[in-house]
């Protein structure tokens, strides 16, 4: 069995450009989020899925340093750019990741995937409620990607990579799909209010305040723990919601099959 795991990463960004290029300590945030991904003990390797904007030679030095592949794809259909750095690795299960999570934690993507093959599910993903926004986990089988890259329609599908999948899947009651809301397991059910994601000048306040304090080698709930013990750090992006970009797409939405 084969797991591929795959990280979304682009050089624009509308509200921080560059945003997973900005350094603490010497080191970028998506060297910071590769060094960890790549100490998940589950997956067989690791792949970027990037665009082909100028600003994408940057994160494919990142990249090589590591010894990871890109694949260059399209901007606006993600989704495209996703299926297109599977296909080519014929892998049974693909673990999705975005970049702008620099402390994503491989016990979580361990964890998921573990569960998804032991209980033959086609779509496991963090639980949203539960989860801190920033490691943010998904794993599906390769031919549920496969269909919902050829029959997604709407443009928040194919913006989103995943909702094709969810949105039909049993855990929001669906029947096309096999899937479950996976919640943490340290009983840390306010952990969604809690930001550790690098998406507004804000949040990369938090995210070094939290990499000089306590380094980038924790597990995730320890991070959680530092900022409920420092609400003054926490309080820097706590205005911001979850999962804003999606709720964006979908107020736009178009048909586009």
């Not at 899925?49 to 994160?59: L, V």
């Not at 409620?129 to 998904?138: A, K, S």
């Not at 938090?206 to 750090?233: C, F, M, N, R, S």
Request: charged fraction near 30%; include cysteine.
């Amino acid at each position: 069995m084969k797991v591929l795991a795959i990280t979304q990463a682009r050089y624009g960004s509308t509200r921080l450009p560059a945003k997973i290029l900005k350094e603490i300590d010497g080191r970028s945030l998506l060297e910071i989020h590769l060094g960890r991904i790549l100490k998940a003990r589950s997956i067989d390797k690791l792949k970027i899925a990037t665009t082909d904007e100028e600003g994408s030679r940057f994160i494919v030095a990142v990249a090589e340093k590591l010894g990871v592949e890109c694949f260059k794809g399209s901007v606006e259909d993600v989704l495209s750019r996703f299926y297109g750095t599977a296909e080519g690795e014929s892998p049974d299960y693909v673990v999705r990741l975005t970049s702008d999570c620099p402390l994503i934690d491989p016990s979580i993507i361990d964890d998921i995937v573990d569960f998804a093959v032991t209980h033959d599910y086609d779509y496991v993903h963090t639980d949203p409620r539960c989860f801190p926004d920033g490691v943010d986990t998904e794993v599906m089988r390769f031919s549920a990607l496969e269909r919902a890259y050829r029959e997604a329609s709407l443009t928040s599908e194919r913006e989103h990579v995943t909702p094709y999948i969810w949105k039909r899947g049993t855990a929001a009651g669906g029947t096309l799909f096999k899937t479950f809301d996976f919640q943490n397991k340290e009983g840390v059910f306010n952990a969604s209010d809690y930001r550790i994601t690098i998406d507004e000048p804000e949040d990369f306040e938090v995210l070094k305040a939290l990499i000089q304090a306590l380094g980038t080698e924790l597990y995730w709930k320890e991070y959680i723990d530092y900022l409920q013990e420092h609400p003054e750090i926490r309080s820097l992006n706590s205005r911001f919601g979850y999962n804003e970009g999606y709720d964006k797409s979908v107020r736009n939405d178009k048909q586009i099959k």
